[in-house]
């Protein structure tokens, strides 16, 4: 999920301390049906809080909901930072950091481009993430992170959504670059009675023959060549462009120029009468089908890295079922000039990160 100063953000810089070796972490991801977002956990303070916290792959900051999970007079490490800091609360863009000279406490604003927005204090304290069985908790010191005052119910409304924990490449406020780590995994499940593991660190799935080449590191973006229905392609009159990561995304999203050839494509391979009344204004095409049928439908896949790598999602991640035996198209159109892979489509892949190589990998997977 961007914030709407993205591009702003991303022009900080951060390299980790050659002294310090990034730790191994592990954390269960569960599914929140209710939020549609994909949710870690783990514990802040002394003694620790369980905190669960959506996965943000598109944004920078840490920030855990005061109302809602960690309290921070329960901690005997948490600590405020203050305005005057320079390593976390100077470098907030002047439009999200609220404090002024020396004010005692470092006050933030955060607004994100679908709406949502959390306010706080840049905090300090230290977090543990649960081990595989047999090992210790890893505590991995202190990390700052916003401790959250005010945060739009609207936005962030499932019921295990404590905060986020924010995996973007921009410095200094990411998990990432806190903690200077290079490679990263996950496989998510798109069910609420069962979970998956996303490792950070050595463990971290990224099979060479699924990588493809990043075109930056701060956000994930990749150069996105073509995509196809079926064994037909679309036709597009320029190339596709760029298209990034974002796990807090609900569903994958085109820009207009690439998304207008593909729609037609769809509704030619489908051929079936749009619904007049979608469920969603935003889900363009909605037809009648049964399941059998939506099953036999040509796979979309989008085709990276000079064409030599094909990502083929399964139809139950391109449509989503409605009552009635409605069906549609679980891809949508961008409100901006942006394309975004969303973590619809990102469910039974294995996606791994490499950031010092400066790739990324996706594998179909039994994430189960």
């Known amino acids: 999920m961007l914030p709407l100063l993205f591009l702003l953000c991303s022009t900080l810089n951060f390299m980790p301390s050659e002294s310090t070796s990034p730790p191994d972490i592990s954390t269960k991801v569960t599914y929140d049906p209710k939020s549609d977002f994909y949710i870690a956990s783990y514990s802040i303070g002394t003694p620790p809080q369980k905190v669960e916290a959506f996965i943000d792959t598109a944004s920078d900051l840490i920030w855990t909901n005061s109302k809602t999970a960690f309290k921070s007079a329960s901690s005997t490490t948490y600590t405020v930072l203050p305005c005057s800091d320079k390593k976390f609360c100077q470098k907030l863009p002047s439009n999200q ?51 959250a005052s005010d945060v739009s119910s609207e936005h962030f409304e499932g019921k295990d959504i404590n905060g986020c924990l924010g995996l973007s490449g921009i410095a200094p406020f990411s998990f990432i670059t806190q903690l200077g780590i290079q490679k990263f995994s996950h496989c998510f499940i798109k069910s609420s009675s069962k979970s998956s593991t996303m490792h950070f660190g050595s463990k971290a799935v990224i099979p060479a023959k699924d990588s493809i080449p990043l075109v930056d590191t701060k956000y994930y973006y990749v150069k996105l060549d073509g995509i196809s229905v079926g064994d037909t392609k679309v036709n597009y009159k320029t190339q596709p462009g760029k298209i990034y990561v974002d796990t807090a995304a609900t569903y994958s999203m085109l820009k207009k120029a690439v998304y207008d050839p593909f729609l037609e494509l769809i509704k030619e391979k489908v051929a079936k009468p749009a619904e007049k009344n979608p469920p969603h204004s935003y889900l ?13 439908l040509p796979k979309v896949t989008f085709s990276f890295a000079t064409n030599t790598v094909n990502v083929a999602f399964g139809n139950d991640v391109t449509y989503l079922e409605f009552d009635g035996g409605i069906w549609c198209l679980a891809i949508i159109r961008s409100t901006d000039n942006e394309s975004v892979l969303g973590n619809f489509q990102l469910a039974n892949l294995n996606v791994g990160y490499d950031i010092a190589g400066k790739k990324i990998s996706f594998t179909p997977a039994n994430c189960a």
């Open 97 to 147: 950091r609220t404090c002024k000279g020396k004010d005692p406490k470092c006050t933030y604003t955060i607004k994100y481009a679908d709406g949502a927005s959390t306010s706080g204090v840049i905090s300090q304290d230290k977090f543990t993430f649960d081990a595989d069985p047999g090992q210790s908790s890893s505590n991995i010191g202190l990390l700052s992170f916003g401790y």
């Open 284 to 296: 363009e095409y909605c037809f009648k089908a049964t399941k059998a049928d939506v099953d036999k």
